[in-house]
């Protein structure tokens, strides 16, 4: 934490130089109030992110078109912070403000939009309106399918958010479909040091091999599907993916990893 709050003090150093040197509305003192931000995130000083994002913002708006690509980046990292401080309501207005410049500034079927609708969509999703977070979710994976590889690892992303919607929303089988789906990409991008793992969802055996952090997915995507299945109230399902998540990250992390313990326990409680 030392080397950020240098950093913090170097930033605002020079913000008091360039107001001594330069015009207050020039571009970069925004770009450096910015940076203050983005280090007072990590510090999880939301309150002081917030202020310097709020002085970044006036003098793009006395200095930038209000179109400008900017302002996107700007708006995005103030949803980002109301995001940490959970205001998803507020983080949400923010992400729309951005969505509304890309829809100025690029073409329908563009990656830019496609961030944009899953930013909204999560915001929904945080909020409790799953409808909601699943429109913008389709919208950004109807873009993808047009644009990207049918194996593209983005896709797996935008499938995993449709499916925690489908979930909550309770409906099981869509949401297997979509965690399948994920799982599917996943295997195919696997580096060609792991074709021998034999992920599938009759086997697993991976005691002898080195994971690398790609792999964590899988475990992911395994305790997921587990989930949806003990949900479905399918215990042996929801037994047989558990044990595979688990099995991944007992050969791939630490004794004192997290997910370790959450895995174990939803064992447990299916086998009690």
């Known amino acids: 934490m030392n080397e950020y709050s240098t950093a913090l003090s170097s930033h605002e150093k020079a913000i008091e130089i360039y107001q001594k040197i330069r015009h207050s509305n020039h571009s970069n003192l925004a770009d450096t109030y910015i940076s203050i931000d983005t280090i007072c995130q990590i510090m999880n000083n939301h309150s002081k992110a917030l202020l310097c994002y709020e ?12 179109n400008h690509p900017s302002f996107i980046i700007l708006y995005n990292n103030i949803a980002l912070v109301y995001g940490y401080m ?14 509304e410049i ?15 609708c899953n930013n909204i969509g999560l ?16 919208k950004a994976l109807n873009i993808q399918q047009k644009i990207l590889p049918e194996n593209h690892s983005d896709l797996a992303i935008t499938y995993s958010n449709i499916s ?38 009759k086997n697993i055996d991976i005691s002898t091999h080195t994971l690398s952090p790609d792999d964590f997915e ?19 399902n929801a037994l047989i993916f558990f044990e595979r998540a688990l099995n991944i990250m007992q050969h791939s992390s630490s004794e004192n990893h997290p997910s370790l313990q959450i895995f174990e326990e939803h064992i447990k409680s299916l086998k009690e």
């Open 55 to 66: 002085k970044a913002m006036k003098i793009y708006r006395k200095t930038l078109p209000r």
């Open 86 to 99: 959970e205001k998803y309501s507020t983080a949400l207005s923010f992400h729309m403000k951005a969505y």
């Open 102 to 116: 890309r829809q100025k500034i690029f073409l329908s079927d563009y990656i830019e939009i496609v961030e944009s």
């Open 123 to 138: 915001a929904y999703s945080y909020m409790g309106e799953y409808s909601k977070a699943l429109l913008y979710h389709e």
């Open 164 to 201: 925690s919607i489908f979930r909550c929303l309770g409906d099981y089988s869509k949401a297997l479909s979509s965690y399948e789906k994920v799982l599917e990409i996943q295997q195919k991008n696997l580096p060609s040091i792991h074709s021998d793992l034999a992920f599938s969802f």
């Open 218 to 236: 899988f475990a992911d995507s395994y305790y997921n599907i587990g989930l949806v299945y003990q949900q479905m109230g399918d215990h042996i």
